[in-house]
């Protein structure tokens, strides 16, 4: 049954009236002002469609949905709804056949934090008509009284199934030392019937504080041939853990992949809640770096001041991984953050997009493109905002931006903040 989805709320495709500072058009998808949902919306989420990349859905919290059927230059909008709730953490991810799949958390009483239930599971629902219309969603990790939280997914190559990783509280910011957080792993096929059961896939688990010692960020990717990887974040490291046969076996014991120093919950002046959780992709493109496997974060090794975009490598499914590559490009002190990369699947070209503050002084902020045609070896960088904003802490700013690419198709997306009020935005970039 199609969900009573409320289109066509607005059309937007206006850029920002400042001096420009980038080549690259910016399109705000969606604004405080006049979006007519239920909260700001941030922590934006896009998918550029492999079956038609001029075909783009995207998703803001808590309840946002955004399709453009013209490469990203204009869009409509509709609310999300479902019985098992909608309550952010947006996800928008597709397959090569045009199916759009928005994951999100519960919140079946629709009640929000008033409610026990909320966050009683990971809810996957899925478009048949380019993000027009969604299904009811089924639940994945049901599981009371605990908590689910920040999801992740990815279709596999051949379209037939979808993995998800994400974090069960056993009480979300529980101080009981015997309460933790541990990584879960589900998949579903195309259609979604159902989802399988939902295994554990840490070793170690985490606390529920919502801080550097709980186990969060998880990000899986998936390989050509059944494999599927997940990354995440626990205290200053990045533990990594693959299986080969769609989630049914894992590792015995986590490969640690990088290290963040500092750990993953950083500080940045002006952001109310700040992180440098791991971003996992795998390279599909059947070039010379076919089935290489990439991570993204950022962390303070630095200085307190200074955080940094990291970038390492594995060709050999994540049992071991490069140094890491410093991926901005600035020789000055200053707070790059919140990163999310992209693999362009028809050259294996790498795309990162992250905030940047290396030209301006204060709170004032521009959104940045790294790009890497060699494997993250070496990066450029642009800076992709028309102008720089100033955010404040007093606003919830979200946890993440993100990216998608396809074709040459490359579309970031990231929330602005102007005067207390936030936005969400978008650079026509084709490469």
């Not at 955080?307 to 594995?314: G, I, K, N, Q």
């Amino acid at each position: 049954m199609l969900i009573k989805a409320s289109l066509l709320l607005f059309i937007l495709g206006f850029t920002y009236a400042g001096v420009s500072q980038s080549p690259f058009l910016n399109i705000r998808i969606t604004a405080q002002d006049n979006n007519g949902f239920s909260y700001p919306p941030c922590e934006p989420s896009i998918h550029v469609s492999a079956h038609n990349p001029s075909r783009i859905v995207a998703g803001t919290i808590l309840d946002g949905f955004h399709v453009s059927a013209d490469s990203g230059k204009t869009w409509i909008s509709g609310q999300l709804t479902s019985p098992l709730g909608v309550y952010g953490d947006p996800c928008v991810t597709g397959n090569m056949k045009g199916d759009f799949f928005y994951c999100h958390l519960g919140d079946p009483a629709g009640k929000g934090w008033g409610s026990e239930s909320l966050l009683d599971c990971i809810v996957c629902q899925r478009s048949d008509d380019g993000g027009l219309t969604w299904d009811d969603g089924k639940a994945a990790g049901n599981n009371p009284p605990r908590d689910q939280d920040k999801e992740w997914a990815v279709c596999t190559p051949n379209s037939r199934h979808i993995y998800m990783s994400w974090t069960q509280f056993d009480k979300y910011e529980s101080t009981n030392p015997t309460d933790s957080t541990n990584i879960l792993f589900s998949r579903s096929c195309r259609k979604m019937k159902k989802w399988k059961k939902a295994l554990r896939i840490n070793q170690f688990a985490g606390n529920c504080l919502d801080d550097d010692g709980t186990a969060e960020g998880a990000v899986p990717a998936s390989g050509m041939k059944n494999e599927v990887y997940v990354a995440w974040a626990l205290n200053e490291t990045i533990w990594f853990d693959r299986s080969l046969n769609r989630g049914k076996k894992w590792l015995d014991k986590d490969i640690p992949a990088a290290t963040i120093y500092g750990g993953w919950n950083q500080t940045i002046p002006g952001i109310m809640r700040a992180n440098g959780m791991p971003v996992l992709v795998s390279d599909l493109s059947g070039g010379n770096r076919n089935g290489f496997l990439y991570l993204c974060w950022s962390d303070t090794r630095n200085g307190e001041s200074n955080t940094d975009v990291w970038f390492s490598y594995s060709s050999d499914k994540g049992s071991s991984w490069s140094d890491p590559i410093r991926v901005n490009s600035d020789a000055g002190e200053a707070h790059q953050f919140f990163p999310w990369m992209a693999v362009d699947q028809t050259n294996g070209d790498l795309h990162i997009v992250f905030y940047d503050r290396r030209r301006n002084e204060g709170l004032a902020t521009d959104v940045y493109l790294a790009s890497s045609s060699d494997g993250g070896i070496r990066w450029t960088n642009e800076r992709i905002s028309e102008s720089p904003f100033e955010p404040t802490d007093r606003v919830f700013f979200g946890d993440y931006n993100n990216i998608s690419a396809h074709g040459g198709v490359v579309r970031p997306i990231w929330t602005r903040c102007e005067g207390g009020r936030l936005s969400v935005w978008t650079a026509l970039i084709n490469r």
